[in-house]
Each structure stands twice: as C-alpha cells, then as structure tokens.
C-alpha cells in the first residue's frame, strides 16, 4: 500500500477511500492537516475501495502507478485537484478528466514505459484493498482506522484527539518505534470480523 509519512510513526492511520467520492475529498484535508502537525508521528496508509465504476479505478491505478515510482503524494494531490471543483460552495465531480491522467502523470515527471506497465499491475491493489477492508466491514468510503481502531466522527479535532491518544500509549509502550505498530497493533488485532449473516 502507499504509505504516506515515516515508515517507523507511532501512529499509523488506514484511510479507505476513493478519488470520485465527495466525503474522500472533503475530509482529505483533515488528512493533510493532521500530517502537517505531527510529521515524525504519524504516517498514512491508503487502501482503495472502487463505488464509481471505471473512472474512479482509473483514479485509483493512477495513483498506485505513482507511487510506485515514488510519486504517490504528487499524484494523490493532483487527482483531487483534476477531478473535484467547487460550485456555489459544494464539491462537484469531474469524471471525465481521467481522460487526462496520462498527461498528469508526465506533468510529475513519471517515466510513461514503467507507468504502462504498473497500470497493469495496479488491479491487484484495488482489488485487495477492497478485500481488506471488506474483511473487518468496512463496504464504503471513507473509513479511517488509527492504529486499528476506527474513527467514525470525521473532524479534525476528533483525528487530533484520537492520534494524540495513541501516540501517548505508543510513547509509554516501551520498545522502539519501528517494531510499535506490527507488535502492538497488528500482531495484537482483529484481521476479520464476523458479518451479521454468520453463525
């Protein structure tokens, strides 16, 4: 997945979205801010969930071609720049404006041959971010997880309360920072959760 921020932050937030849904783009710059104040503390890891049909996974192969050549953050900026704007003060979608990805993506200086070949190969990443998510409930965008635990109320001070939360259990965790993550919330959580369907 792409992660934004450093890979050893304290405290990891899974963002489940999609570049053509309203409330992604809304909230995305809560997401920025939330970076901007703890930038040694917190990374971002996106996992992508298609409910727009073809363009949106455009959106999404794009973003993931980019990162794999290190401009994910460029990419991810410019998409929501390109296929959002604002009339009489309400976010409107510009789905037809994935027809110019491709001189987005050489406007950020990405190497068309690679990017050709890492479309491609960037299904399998919508697809398991779908699966993913999917496995502990989560069917619609956005959703947000901070180090494993979900985050319904989507304003900033809600994010600054939960992130700061975290970070003091992280800080009075012991070990290091680098290892925090996969040992006290990956190794330690729910990989799927039961639907209301099962036994």
Known sequence: D????????????????????PYCYLV???????RAKYPNDVRVVSKYIVIHGPPAATAGTYACAAAKQGKFTEMKTALWSRLWKTDNGRPQAQPEQVAN??????????DHDRLTKDLDSCQQWLQ???????????????????NGRP????????FDAMVAKE???????GGTA?????????????TRVKSRFAD
Request: hydrophobic fraction near 45%.
């Open 167 to 173: 970070l003091a259990t992280a800080n009075n965790s």
């Open 178 to 190: 680098a290892d925090y993550y996969q040992r006290e919330v990956v190794a330690k959580g729910l």
């Open 2 to 21: 792409p992660v934004e921020g450093p890979r050893d932050a304290k405290v990891t937030i899974v963002e489940g979205y999609e570049f053509l849904c």
């Open 101 to 110: 990805l491709e001189a987005v993506a050489t406007s950020l200086g990405l």
């Open 128 to 146: 398991s971010g779908q699966r993913e998510l999917a496995a502990v409930g989560i069917n619609s965008t956005p959703a947000f997880f901070v």
């Open 28 to 34: 995305n710059p809560l997401i920025e801010q939330i």
């Open 151 to 158: 985050l319904r109320e989507r304003t900033f001070a809600a």
